[in-house]
């Protein structure tokens, strides 16, 4: 696709379950950011994947919260035993990865939007 | 650490005016500055981004903005604001330095309200 797409949209689970949100980057962008935008907050940075590893997690919140990128492409992110807190409109981008700098923007998903019960 | 403020929530403009958005910066070493703007129930879209060379920098649907070191300041303006251009506007910034962190950091948002 042309752009990064997200799926699902919205997601309503119930505090205590398990879900997974997708992200598929603009092909060819080696490197992925999963966000996590609270409602009238800016984005804020959850976890970044150079290739398939994540280079930089320091923006996770705690352990219920993973992400995987097993073949440098799609990345899931996995939370375990969602609590109320967790609600809130997940994003994804991706980028090009410029040699030692890293400047180049991000191109954004529409977000999922995460409702806990 | 690297942080960035918008001191407005909002901003209210009529069209055909000229308008601002604030927002300033920390960072340890150089910034690379970003703006995005948000509407509703859509992403992030990338309006223009500050690396190096003029301060003025030109982007999408006749943004553009300044960057002032001395301030630490990057503004977004447009000489002629639109209807359509009222929407929910980020500011963004990522430290140059080679072990600061890659993902950007984005202030709280400042709503634009352009009116008819």
């Known amino acids: 696709g042309a752009g990064v797409s997200q799926t699902p949209s919205n997601k309503v689970t119930e505090k205590g379950k398990y879900v997974e949100l997708r992200c598929d980057p603009i092909s060819g962008h080696t490197a992925l950011y999963w966000y996590r935008q609270s409602l009238g907050q800016g984005p804020e940075f959850l976890i970044y994947f150079q290739g398939t590893g994540a280079a930089d997690d320091s923006g996770l919140p705690n352990d219920r919260f993973f992400a995987v990128r097993p073949e440098g492409s799609v990345s899931t992110l996995k939370i375990q035993r969602t609590e109320r807190g967790d609600s809130a409109v997940y994003l994804c981008?991706?980028?090009?990865?410029?040699?030692?700098?890293?400047?180049?923007?991000?191109?954004f998903g529409p977000g999922t939007r995460l409702t806990v019960l | 650490a690297q942080s960035v403020a918008q001191p407005e929530d909002q901003v209210n403009v009529a069209e055909g005016n000229p308008l601002t958005v604030k927002c300033t910066y920390s960072?340890?070493?150089?910034?690379?500055l970003f703006w995005y703007v948000q509407y509703p129930n859509r992403g992030l879209q990338f309006l223009l981004k500050?690396?190096?060379?003029?301060?003025l920098v030109k982007g999408s649907y006749g943004f553009e903005a300044e960057f002032n070191k001395s301030q630490t300041s990057f503004h977004l303006k447009k000489p002629s604001a639109l209807v359509s251009d009222s929407a929910l506007y980020f500011c963004?910034?990522?430290?140059?330095?080679?072990?600061?962190?890659?993902?950007?950091?984005f202030g709280s948002g400042t709503r634009l309200q352009v009116q008819p």
């Open positions: 981008a991706s980028s090009l990865l410029s040699p030692g700098q890293g400047y180049n923007e991000q191109f």
């Open positions: 963004a910034v990522r430290d140059m330095i080679p072990t600061g962190r890659r993902a950007l950091t």
């Open positions: 500050y690396i190096t060379g003029d301060n």
């Open positions: 960072v340890s070493g150089n910034p690379y």
